[in-house]
């Protein structure tokens, strides 16, 4: 039953790598592979309340982190519509190749620190859309943007789900684990920066400017308010979840609550052609439901993988063969490419207690930045990278040839930068 649900969550793999030669959306792909995963499970269990009490559980983990992505997203959908990001824009907005590409780097590498890595993307993306007129720089900078967002999220103890969980389970504290995994994350941005900023020739073709008058579908005073009370509404989550300890996509249900209501007052004597386009109605209907199914399937599909114990048994086997932490906790960050960091940071959890690695002791901290930056060495690796392959339909393979070893790089030289660190 295990070396079939293995088999099947391979091939569900390969249709979701080869969407655009099969001509299968991905969305497809990963809810069949999740229902047959499940399925093969269940058929084979006799007692099949466990499994299924088992698969409610991972619904629940996973329907946290599909709500806390349709709250960002409607959110983000919400300051577009009301021409928010033209402000970031303007600012950012440069034809020199070198100084936009490094501050959307540098943006993108503290703004995850302070929300997460998701909501990150998810705001760059919508930045970059605007933005950028070529696709394949687009695609370059979308790159730069999951590399640099994995980077920044890994150094905050809520800046990424492992190191959350970390800092959750009493591995790591925040103050040292800022202090401890700053510089390695920050190499890890740099680097790739470099590569991209040397990759692309010539001057970036930004999208043409129309009159800013006509385009605006509000005034200036709207514009604004609906802008700074959006990024506050998403700077709040983490604070919320601090305070409350009630999980994230509840900070980020609240957020859109309190934007709902302020679109509504700020709209009501309007037209309902024009307050149409302005509503969270509107920004729901605009959402990529695809991307969210995608996001849904690929999970659950990892959640089979995760209840018959192959992702502890790999961890297990790591530990038994190796043995060196640090190679231990590199090969983590490079199969949390493949697979998912959360179930793979949650087996070590279980396998290592808390007297045979104490808080804040460096394997935990090394581990923080290999699971929070290894994901982006494959464009499905990370929720930052299938956010950005689901909403931007970027192919598997292009990401692979182009960005993977970009990525590579800043990962190993981040991570010999922290064991050096701790060597010194």
Known sequence: ????????????????????????NKAATGLLTAVICWSIIVLSDPDK?????????????????????????????????????????????????????????????????????????????????????????????????????NAGGAWSPIGDVTTTMLWIGGQITPLNIVKQTFLPSLICMILPTLIINYSIKGNIELKPQVDTNQNFT???????????MGICGLLFVPVFKTVTHLPPYMGMFFSLGVMWVLTELMHGGKDDEEKGILSVNHALKKIDTPSILFFFGILLSIGSLEYIEVLPEIAQKLDEVIGN?????ISIGFLSAIFDNVPLVAALQRMYSLDVYPPDHY????????????????IIGSAAGVAVMG?????????????????????????GVFILMHDI
């Not at 509000?218 to 700074?228: A, D, G, I, M, Q």
């Not at 394997?363 to 494959?378: K, N």
Request: charged share 15%; glycine share 6%; net charge neutral.
């Open 49 to 149: 309340s466990v499994v299924i009490s088992e698969l409610s559980h991972h619904l629940s983990s996973i329907g946290e982190i599909i709500f806390f992505l349709l709250g960002a997203m409607t959110i983000v959908e919400l300051i577009d519509a009301h021409d928010g990001f033209e402000k970031i824009t303007e600012k950012i907005k440069s034809t020199n190749k070198t100084k936009l590409i490094w501050t959307i780097a540098i943006v993108t590498f503290f703004l995850s620190a302070v929300l997460d890595n998701l909501t990150t993307t998810i705001v760059m993306i919508s930045i970059l859309s605007k933005l950028i007129h070529d696709q394949k720089t687009k695609w370059l900078l979308l790159g730069l943007v999951i590399i640099s967002s």
């Open 363 to 378: 394997f935990w901290e090394l581990l923080a930045y290999t699971a929070g930056t290894g994901g982006s060495c494959l």
């Open 325 to 329: 932490i640090n190679i231990v906790a």
């Open 391 to 415: 909403m931007e339909k970027i192919d598997f393979f292009w990401y692979l040839k182009k960005i993977s070893w970009i990525s590579a790089i800043g990962f190993l030289a981040g991570a």
């Open 218 to 228: 509000t005034n200036s005073f709207e514009r604004n308010l609906v802008f700074y």
């Open 1 to 24: 039953m295990h070396l079939l649900v293995v088999v099947v969550f391979i091939l569900g793999y390969f249709g979701i790598t080869l969407e655009h030669s099969i001509k299968i």
